[in-house]
């Protein structure tokens, strides 16, 4: 459906400008607790969010049906890549981790880790990556290690060191 009148697309763009500036995807970056200097090699990793754990549906009579909402969900999970250095590195720290007992904390930032909004701290986190592939006739890509976060979110968020 086209929108021809201007009053109309004000409102509506004025309606959304004051919800606020949208994030970018690349502005923020995880941090995990004991290998904070590897910060720069985790490219891509999960947003926690708190929600609901999806739905229960409980009867009624005449065949109707209601749902309430499950307790919130804290226990969650998402991809991670992580990008390798010409020394190994990325496997070093797959390799460490497993060494410390394998669970660590995290931040993760709406920002940088020196300049953020805020952070949200995850709890009892843990890594699970795959072999990564290697071919001759790649050239134009760098070797990253990719997997799944698990983790527990309940709501942290701490302020930052930037408005």
Same mark, same amino acid.
């Given at each position: 459906?086209?929108?021809?009148?201007?009053?109309?697309?004000?409102?509506?763009?004025?309606?959304?400008? $004051?919800?606020?500036?949208?994030?970018?995807?690349?502005?923020?970056?995880?941090?995990? *607790? +004991?290998?904070? #200097?590897?910060? &720069? =090699?985790?490219?891509?990793?999960?947003?926690?969010?708190?929600?609901?754990?999806?739905?229960?549906?409980?009867?009624?009579?005449?065949?109707?049906?209601?749902?309430?909402?499950?307790? $919130?969900?804290?226990?969650?999970?998402?991809?991670?890549?992580?990008?390798?250095?010409? *020394? +190994?590195?990325? #496997?070093?720290? &797959? =390799?460490?981790?497993?060494?410390?007992?394998?669970?660590?904390?995290?931040?993760?930032?709406?920002?940088?880790?020196?300049?953020?909004?805020?952070?949200?701290?995850?709890?009892?986190?843990?890594?699970?990556?795959?072999?990564?592939?290697?071919?001759?006739?790649?050239?134009?890509?760098?070797?990253?290690?990719?997997?799944? =976060?698990?983790?527990?979110?309940?709501?942290?968020?701490?302020?930052?060191?930037?408005?």
């Amino acid at each position: 459906m086209t929108v021809s009148n201007a009053q109309y697309l004000k409102q509506v763009y004025e309606t959304a400008a $004051a919800i606020g500036q949208k994030a970018i995807s690349s502005d923020a970056m995880i941090e995990f *607790a +004991g290998f904070e #200097s590897m910060a &720069l =090699l985790v490219q891509g990793f999960p947003w926690p969010v708190l929600t609901s754990g999806g739905e229960i549906e409980v009867p009624m009579p005449l065949g109707v049906a209601q749902q309430i909402p499950q307790q $919130a969900k804290v226990n969650q999970q998402g991809a991670v890549t992580i990008q390798e250095t010409v *020394a +190994g590195t990325a #496997s070093d720290l &797959l =390799l460490q981790m497993i060494a410390g007992g394998g669970r660590f904390d995290a931040k993760v930032y709406n920002g940088t880790t020196d300049q953020y909004r805020f952070y949200l701290n995850i709890k009892d986190c843990f890594l699970s990556c795959e072999p990564s592939e290697r071919n001759w006739d790649n050239r134009g890509s760098i070797v990253t290690l990719s997997g799944t =976060l698990f983790y527990h979110y309940f709501g942290e968020k701490v302020p930052g060191n930037i408005t």
